[in-house]
């Protein structure tokens, strides 16, 4: 009984935004190979996009067709491929996914 009661508190304390890697999509789409959690790499890392665009008005969405279209350089001379040159398509339910993730680091 008490196990159980430490697992539930356990449960309790996490943060309700945890959201795991989506770790398919990053490496269907081969994120990785610019860009690294928490330093600039080819592009900018994951930290510094989120703390960038996370209060942003529709920043989601753009990023969101940014991953999706690809885009010109906001952070250097490298652009964003559009996602058929980085591992195939990319639903926008799968563009979203990566941006949520991305803009709680």
Same mark, same amino acid.
């Given at each position: ?6 697992? &539930?508190?356990?449960?309790? !304390?996490?943060?309700? &935004?945890?959201?795991?890697?989506? $770790?398919?999509?990053? =490496? ?7 860009? $690294?959690?928490?330093? @600039? &790499?080819?592009? @900018? ?8 665009? #996370?209060?942003? @008005? ?19 001379? $490298?652009?964003? @491929? ?8 990319? !639903?926008?339910?799968?563009? =979203? $996914? ?5 803009? #709680?680091?």
């Amino acid at each position: 009984m008490i196990g159980a009661a430490c697992i &539930f508190a356990v449960a309790l !304390s996490r943060p309700a &935004f945890a959201q795991p890697e989506p $770790t398919d999509l990053i =490496n269907r789409q081969h994120c990785m190979f610019c860009h $690294t959690v928490d330093a @600039p &790499f080819l592009a @900018p890392s994951f930290h510094q996009i989120a703390e960038r665009y #996370r209060r942003k @008005p529709y920043a989601a969405d753009r990023l969101a067709e940014k991953l999706r279209v690809g885009g010109k350089a906001h952070w250097g001379d $490298t652009p964003m @491929p559009p996602a058929a040159d980085r591992g195939g398509p990319l !639903s926008p339910d799968e563009a =979203n $996914t990566l941006v949520d993730w991305v803009l #709680r680091q």
